[in-house]
């Protein structure tokens, strides 16, 4: 088969019925949080795990961090390619954790109650990570400050933002937007939007 140049640029790098964009369009549910004072902010490890653990701002900041280039893609048909971050492997994190065998999937957990689910093996995929800078300048409040989730693999809104929590569960349950109508898994190559029924 013999595409024009044109229209095979990127075609490998955008899903189906995506549209790509230059800047970086803002999407939540609910407000931006402002944080005063990060004494106050943790990320809590807990569910299916021996021990749990709560990291704090400082010990959290203090972790190794990587470079991790990618493309993301959003369910509303936006993607952006060439990402460049600079964030915590989740490797790092699962040093410190004995998961139980029963866990299965993991519920992120956003300020404000917030949640998004996927698989474990999702979870731990070397490309997925605890995002804290995006084009060398720390995460702004509306993009996750001060540290979001990105699992570029997967459609933009279980990337979330303003994490928290990362519970690790025994079976799949729906967060905030799968409750809603959005897809358990959302795999963006084969258009898994929504799934009403
Ligand atoms: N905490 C939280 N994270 C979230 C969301 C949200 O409503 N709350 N929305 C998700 C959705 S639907 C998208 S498309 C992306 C948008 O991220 P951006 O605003 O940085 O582009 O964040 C995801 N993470
Ligand atoms: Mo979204």
Not at 6 to 26: A, C, E, F, I
Not at 151 to 179: C, N, Q, T
Request: with cysteine.
């Amino acid at each position: 088969m013999l595409f024009g140049e044109k229209s095979q640029v990127h075609n490998d790098r955008v899903p189906p019925g995506q549209t790509l964009t230059q800047g970086w369009p803002v999407l939540h549910y609910g407000s931006v949080p402002h944080y005063k004072d990060m004494s106050q902010w943790d990320l809590k490890i807990f569910g299916e795990v021996e021990q749990d653990i709560a990291l704090s701002f400082d010990e959290f900041m203090a972790l190794p961090r990587k470079e991790f280039r990618n493309d993301i893609h959003c369910v509303t048909t936006w993607s952006k390619l060439d990402n460049v971050w600079e964030g915590v492997a989740v490797s790092e994190i699962m040093s410190n954790v004995r998961l139980r065998p029963e866990a299965t999937h993991v519920m992120l957990h956003a300020e404000q109650g917030w949640t998004t689910n996927l698989p474990l093996q999702d979870f731990l995929m070397d490309t997925s990570f605890f995002g804290i800078k995006h084009g060398g300048e720390p995460l702004s409040p509306d993009h996750g400050y001060p540290v979001r989730m990105v699992v570029p693999h997967l459609y933009f809104w279980k990337s979330a933002k303003w994490l928290r929590g990362i519970e690790f569960m025994s079976k799949d349950k729906p967060g905030f937007w799968e409750r809603n109508g959005y897809h358990m898994y959302g795999d963006p190559w084969l258009e898994q939007r929504y799934d009403f029924d």
